[in-house]
């Protein structure tokens, strides 16, 4: 499967984004879908994570309450909705796919999409 994140862009702290992440393939909706960012100067980090059949979900402590995973087997797409945004959200945002693991590490995640930049101006 081919990931294509979208959706990035600069926003005001306080506003919102929808970042949207196309897959190509036909096992798109048997895969557990995440969601990274990375910092300039930091480490990739977890966001969020959604189940292939979409009634399981988790987002990271910094993000829970403002962002939310969503998906759309049908076209093949996972969402982060992103509300409430502040400048320590700005980071590259990644879309991963797992064929059968579904949490926060990284390692066990299957395919990556290229990232959209996300900056949150104060």
């Known amino acids: 499967v081919q990931l294509q994140a979208s959706g990035g862009g600069l926003v005001q702290a306080g506003g919102s984004l929808r970042l949207s992440c196309a897959a190509s393939?036909?096992?798109?909706?048997?895969?557990?879908m995440g969601w990274f960012r990375q910092a300039p100067g930091k480490e990739r980090e977890f966001v969020a994570v959604i189940s292939w059949t979409g009634d399981s979900l988790v987002h990271a402590d910094s993000v829970k309450g403002r962002f939310t995973i969503s998906r759309d087997n049908a076209k093949n797409t996972v969402y982060l909705q992103m509300n409430s945004l502040k400048p320590e959200d700005t980071a590259v945002y990644y879309c991963a796919a797992a064929r059968t693991y579904y949490g926060a590490a990284e390692n066990y995640y299957n395919c990556w999409g290229q990232g959209t930049q996300v900056t949150v101006s104060s």
């Open positions: 393939g036909r096992t798109f909706s048997i895969l557990n």
